[in-house]
């Protein structure tokens, strides 16, 4: 689209990203695109190249995922444009047979050529605490950091209890990728992490919000069939550690509408950071909902300057956020009956008002 929202082009995405999950705009201007190649998740990534007019370019199938027990329907991908230029690719996967969930990180050139692949296990994940869903990011020196859900077994035949997610950060060193660190963060206020970002200080930056009691019967059905929300509180909790558990500090945010989640996290141009979420989820609403968008910025200094709730006229659940030169650009999907039907595409000011 032009910055005053006129469509430029359109185009389809081939069959190896039938369900996209990620796109992202690469230094050499061509759009790089993520997903998988079926609709449950379940087979293999794909990945392809489209340039700036829309001109798919490449495209190419990667390892085999599955979404069978324990992962359930979630199965996402990070996906980063490194330093060096090369493209790092990351999801979670599982080996049923030993029940267990690994993460694999794969690193190729422009070309699609795979320059690196290897899968973090047992041999960096405590065994019965094995990672899911993540994010990924690069510090200064080029050491990758995987920060995502960390599922907690009673027995690795245990069925998951979506109680006990919590989160964990893998810093892998730069080059060869070898673990440097695995920091877990087991407490309630853990719970439902959203992606990560560095600070100024190249400290790990990301928020979640724990657990809520359950309300009702209907909580568990609406666990299973709302994946994506979880039974989540009224606080949100914002993380700040560089791998050392004592110098991880927590900082408090409420004030939004009955319970709340936290999806994405970035960081703004005067140094702050702007949350972006959804809130008013009611699990006792079983065929209409009252989701509200929220954006929330904090400063450099993590304090609270605002708090919007922006009002697209529908029930809505936040998706994705990007600043731009005067304000933010936000995309949403409208939510009703239980299916998401139409998206949301809107521009804010620099103070979360819709312009």
Known sequence: YTADGKLIWQTELPEVVHVLWETMELRNG??????????????????????????????????????NYPLREINPVACLELSSGNIALATSTSNVANAYIAIRLVVFDSAL???????????????????????????????????GLDYRF??????????????????????????????????????????CVLSNSWSLIWASCGPSAADSAYNSWFNQRNQELYLIGSEITLWQTDGNTSNTKQYRFSGFPKRGFINKLIKTSDGGYLLLGTCNINPNQEFSSEYKIMMIKL???????????????????????????????VSATHLSLRQQNRPILFKTDKNGNIN
């Open 113 to 147: 050529n795979e320059v690196f692949d290897r899968i973090y296990a047992h041999d960096t994940i405590v065994q019965n605490r094995p990672p899911g869903q993540m994010s990924i990011v690069e510090d200064e020196r080029g050491n990758i950091i995987l920060h």
């Open 30 to 67: 061509n759009i790089a695109v993520v997903g998988f190649n079926s609709d449950d998740n379940s087979k293999q990534i794909g990945l392809a190249f489209i340039s700036p007019d829309g001109e798919l370019l490449s495209q190419q199938s990667y390892f085999n995922v599955t979404s």
């Open 299 to 329: 400063s450099a200094n993590i304090s609270l300057e605002w708090m919007q709730f922006p009002n697209t006229n529908s029930q809505s659940v936040a998706n994705d956020i990007t600043e731009t030169t005067s304000g933010y650009i």
């Open 154 to 195: 009673e027995t690795q035949l245990s069925i998951v209890d979506t109680t006990n997610i919590y989160a964990f950060a893998l810093k892998l060193s730069s080059g060869n990728y070898d673990p440097i660190y695995y920091q877990s963060f087991g407490n309630a206020q853990a719970f439902s992490p959203s992606n």
